[in-house]
């Protein structure tokens, strides 16, 4: 049973370019955590992501960033029109169960970096 | 939200016991307390977590005060392979909550 994957592992971009961020959640797990891990910091909640469902974006800049779950496929984090300030490394995580008092399960990221 | 408190780094000599602290003062009745650590470039990994009772697993041990303003991870004897930072966060049991984290604890080891 593979872990969460997440793809690419390193991402590079120019600004003004935009970045797509893929996430393949466990098997069977229908529901997706997005965080963002800025260097020598804590990691940030974006996004809650059941299948085809935003539950809770409280965490996402209002502009450029959007995120979806669809029913096949991974889910994917965009970030259009990328700024330098936009480079960080992004988890996803993701659990069986709407609660996360059980154990979430990460991804290893992708660390994005725009030049 | 509840928030907690840990210190910013520590450090345990090698194969010897390490006891990280956290506070969470504003813990609620229905806050689970969960730890997870993240080692350098990875992403965090799931210890422990618990409730009220003390918890133990093959990772860890989980002491929580009686009054669970305060818990302690135990790592009963740290290798090189724990060296990460440590995270102590509160997760509400019953419907979603989103999990926030903060700096958590930079554990070294020294060998």
């Known amino acids: 049973n593979a872990g969460v994957m997440q793809n690419p592992r390193h991402l590079v971009r120019r600004r003004g370019q935009e970045a797509r961020l893929r996430c393949s959640p466990m098997?069977?797990?229908?529901?997706v955590y997005w965080y963002r891990q800025l260097p020598e910091e804590g990691l940030k909640f974006m996004v809650y992501l059941q299948k085809e469902n935003i539950i809770d974006e409280s965490g996402m800049p209002k502009e450029r960033f959007s995120a979806e779950f669809p029913k096949e496929g991974p889910s994917i984090l965009r970030i259009q029109q990328v700024v330098r300030g936009d480079s960080a490394a992004y988890f996803c995580?993701?659990?069986?169960?709407?609660?996360?008092?059980?154990?979430?399960?990460f991804g290893q990221g992708t660390r994005l970096t725009v030049v | 939200d509840a928030k907690t408190t840990q210190p910013n780094s520590m450090e345990s000599n090698e194969e010897e016991p390490v006891h990280l602290p956290c506070n969470h003062s504003?813990?609620?009745?229905?806050?689970?307390i969960h730890w997870y650590r993240q080692l350098p470039s990875q992403g965090p990994e799931y210890v422990i977590h618990g409730l009220t009772s003390n918890v133990n697993n093959r990772m860890a041990s989980l002491a929580i005060a009686e009054d669970r303003k305060s818990s302690t991870l135990i790592l009963h004897r740290a290798t090189l392979r724990d060296a990460a930072v440590y995270y102590c966060i509160l997760s509400k049991s019953g419907g979603y909550q989103k999990v926030t984290f903060g700096i958590g604890t930079k554990l070294q080891v020294i060998p």
């Open positions: 995580a993701s659990s069986p169960w709407t609660e996360m008092n059980t154990e979430a399960f």
């Open positions: 098997k069977g797990h229908s529901h």
């Open positions: 504003t813990i609620s009745g229905t806050d689970y």
